[in-house]
């Protein structure tokens, strides 16, 4: 008995796989190049950290006339700003992208006598209206330019401070990278000041870059080759008569040139054959994959509901018509999705195989008619009496 439903539950699970695969096969699309999105994350350094202070107020970390060479100070006094950052990135091995994001951290130096009232701090980072000198003088503050682009400074609880620079990051590929000031954003009556630690100053970037979507195959029709121009034909001129009475050899009418196909029914046949082809080869593509659908479900079908039709054909309970009926009360769940995969699959393949003949019928209707056009338009014509300027015939003198 074991041994019976084994081999029951087994049949069930291969009717199932044999039904997704059905579908599989149906829904899945074509071969094709699956377009995906890349990210790449890439830490930039900073290749410009200098501060200058703020006049009237002199710089009071220069060691002898030399500035601050560990730190870069941010600070105001009594509500008057003292000093400015400034800073620059190096982006010249980063091209731009369609998506991609800046953020930028700078930590406070260990040395706690040049950070006054920190926790107090508010800062903002703007965009140099100039570009970053190579030199670098602490006595000339550099011009900056917020409208251009901003960035709002955010603390953490250890100190550091963070900007995304995303804003900032657009302005400079639009305009150049020119760099970026951090100043104070401060009350009438605010005193602080916080200095950065110039080696733990970090900048994270993260670009993405669209999916590319599949090439696109471009058919270019064939031109038509090119044609003979027609040939005139003189008007027929009689003969003149001699003045000696011998007789003359009757002229001879030139030959009526054959007329050519024209060269737009060429280009026609060309563009209507292409036409049809492409819709045939791929409805045939179409038809072959609806039948291997079909052939699965069949499979799957009689994996699931084969037995309890054997055992109603033997009529072990009695005749086939109240068998039939037990079985399927018995199996209501096999017969309803065998059912429903019979009705699916032969549904779409009568409609595949439909379609496929409708345009098959199509490409060689079309195809018969430019025929039948090229071959009235290349019939030669008869050739006939031989007619004068007047239109009248003329016998021939001798």
């Not at 994001?101 to 926790?119: E, G, M, Q, W, Y």
């Not at 018509?321 to 079985?327: A, G, K, Q, T, Y």
């Amino acid at each position: 008995m074991d041994a019976k439903r084994r081999t029951q539950a087994l049949r069930r699970v291969a009717g199932i796989a044999a039904a997704v695969a059905a579908f599989v096969v149906a829904v899945a699309p074509g071969g094709g190049v699956v377009a995906r999105a890349d990210t790449v994350s890439e830490a930039l350094a900073l290749d410009g950290q200098d501060y200058a202070p703020v006049p009237p107020f002199p710089d009071a970390y220069t060691s002898g006339t030399a500035p601050d060479s560990l730190a870069t100070h941010v600070g105001v006094t009594a509500g008057q700003p003292t000093y400015y950052t400034y800073i620059h990135i190096a982006l010249g091995g980063v091209p731009p992208v369609d998506d991609e994001h800046l953020r930028l951290t700078f930590t406070p130096i260990s040395d706690n006598t040049k950070n006054v009232n920190a926790s107090a701090a508010i800062l903002s980072m703007c965009v140099l209206a100039d570009a970053y000198p190579a030199t670098f003088n602490s006595s000339s503050p550099l011009r900056y330019d917020c409208t251009k682009g901003s960035a709002a400074g955010t603390a953490a609880s250890d100190g550091s401070w963070s900007f995304d620079a995303t804003r900032l990051l657009a302005a400079w590929r639009r305009t150049g990278n020119t760099g970026a000031a951090i100043i104070p954003e401060y009350q009438p009556t605010d005193t602080w000041e916080v200095a950065f630690d110039k080696t733990l100053s970090r900048a994270a970037y993260t670009g993405t870059t669209a999916p590319t979507p599949p090439p696109v195959a471009v058919v270019v029709p064939t031109p038509a080759p090119p044609t003979a121009a027609p040939v005139a034909v003189a008007p027929y001129q009689p003969p003149v008569a001699a003045a000696t009475p011998a007789p003359t050899a009757p002229p001879t009418a030139a030959p009526t040139p054959r007329p050519t196909a024209h060269p737009q029914v060429a280009a026609g046949t060309g563009t209507n054959a292409g036409g049809a082809g492409g819709a045939t080869s791929s409805s045939g593509s179409d038809t072959v994959r609806w039948a291997v659908a079909l052939a699965l479900s069949a499979l799957a079908a009689l994996l699931l509901v084969g037995r309890p039709l054997v055992r109603a054909a033997r009529g072990m309970a009695g005749p086939f018509r109240p068998s039939m009926l037990r079985e399927m009360r018995l199996h209501p769940r096999a017969f309803t999705l065998a059912s429903v995969l019979l009705g699916w699959s032969v549904a779409f393949s009568g409609y595949s195989l439909a379609t496929t003949a409708v345009f098959q019928g199509s490409s060689h209707l079309a195809q018969a008619s430019v025929g039948q056009a090229s071959a009235r338009t290349s019939r030669p014509r008869r050739a006939g009496r031989i007619r004068g300027p007047a239109g009248r015939h003329r016998p021939l003198r001798r």
